[in-house]
Nanobody, 124 residues
């Protein structure tokens, strides 16, 4: 499966963005999808994930209540709605996939396929 992340940009603090992760080459139905981010000088960290079957989700504590992950298997796309953005959310955001069932993880080593990143900058 190939993944393409998009939707990043420059937004003011308190604003919103929706990231998309579009898959090609294979249906997304069998894959758990994770969103990760990497700020300059920092390690890549897990943000959120969604399982392949029941749509179980998980979030990093830093984004709970502000970010929402969802998937549209008919469009082979996973979304990350980001609200109430903060300057510390500034990073390159990546989506990743792994074949999985009713489980997902925000641990990057569990993922096999990665898309290119999309830059999110939160600044006034």
């Amino acid at each position: 499966v190939q993944l393409q992340a998009s939707g990043g940009g420059l937004v003011q603090p308190g604003g919103s963005l929706r990231l998309s992760c579009a898959a090609s080459g294979s249906p997304l139905d069998y894959y758990a999808i994770g969103w990760f981010r990497q700020a300059p000088g920092k390690e890549r960290e897990g943000v959120s994930c969604i399982s392949s079957r029941d749509g179980n989700t998980a979030y990093a504590d830093s984004v709970k209540g502000r970010f929402t992950i969802s998937r549209d298997n008919a469009k082979n796309t996973v979304y990350l709605q980001m609200n109430s953005l903060k300057p510390e959310d500034t990073a390159v955001y990546y989506c990743a996939a792994v074949i999985s069932g009713n489980y997902c993880s925000v641990l990057r080593y569990e993922y096999d396929y990665w898309g290119q990143g999309t830059q999110v900058t939160v600044s006034s």
